[in-house]
């Protein structure tokens, strides 16, 4: 089958709270993680709640689970529930990451995404990354009309990767969303819509790009 090529020396995924990366993009990571630098960077550690306190040990797990050194790992601790009160602050943080980083592709929260921390962050990070490609995950809790239109092809292996990193989140277990069968059944949907066994779905928030042949 036909399909576009794409490839970044470096690729930076910025979510909200702990989970939301693995949620929205596991299996990809899963893929690449061996093959480029990825730097994962979640802006909440969810510490103000103590039901939350093991969060930050079992985020550590589920990167490790899809390949992502604890060194390409960084939990912030922004308020949840207020990004929107540090909006200038959550800015700051991207624009560092831009300039140290220098990120080829950066991945965060759907623009149709209705959490007000997930909004926040897709927001800011079009501000802070103008001259990047920007592609959002969908979270499924919280998201609302998502549909992918860029699809990544990914395999049964990548999949049951990313399964095995949700369950590192032993806190969220009773959470219908951590349900393995849904995270299957969503991986097989995407496929079907880029007629794939499993893909992982991004929507676009900007594109840039040159074409030729080399």
């Keep these: 089958m036909s399909e576009m090529r794409f490839y970044g ?22 893929q690449i993680a061996s093959q480029t630098e990825v730097r994962c960077v979640t802006l909440s550690d969810n510490q103000k709640d103590p039901a939350l306190k093991n969060l930050p040990d079992e985020h550590f797990a589920a990167m490790a ?14 308020e949840t529930r207020r990004f929107p009160f540090f909006r200038q602050e959550i800015l700051e943080e991207m624009v560092k990451l831009q300039r140290e980083f220098q990120p080829d592709i950066v991945f965060v929260h759907t623009s149709a995404d ?87 779905g991004f929507d676009i928030l900007r594109i840039v790009a040159s074409f030729g042949k080399d």
């Design 9 to 30: 020396k470096r690729i930076l995924f910025i979510g909200a709270h702990p989970d939301d990366i693995e949620l929205g993009c596991g299996a990809f990571i899963a």
């Design 65 to 78: 689970a899809l390949g992502v050194k604890p060194d390409r790992v960084s939990l912030l601790t922004y």
């Design 114 to 200: 209705v959490h007000q921390d997930h909004k926040t962050v897709t927001e800011e990070a079009l501000r802070a990354f103008r001259g990047r490609t920007v592609l959002g995950f969908d979270v499924i809790r919280s998201s609302y009309g998502f549909f992918p239109s860029f699809l990544v092809s990914v395999t049964e292996e990548q999949v049951n990767s990313k399964i095995e990193s949700l369950r590192c989140y032993k806190t969220y277990q009773s959470k219908y969303y951590f349900d393995p069968e849904i995270t299957r059944a969503t991986l097989i949907r995407n496929g079907a819509i880029c007629e794939r066994k499993f893909a992982e």
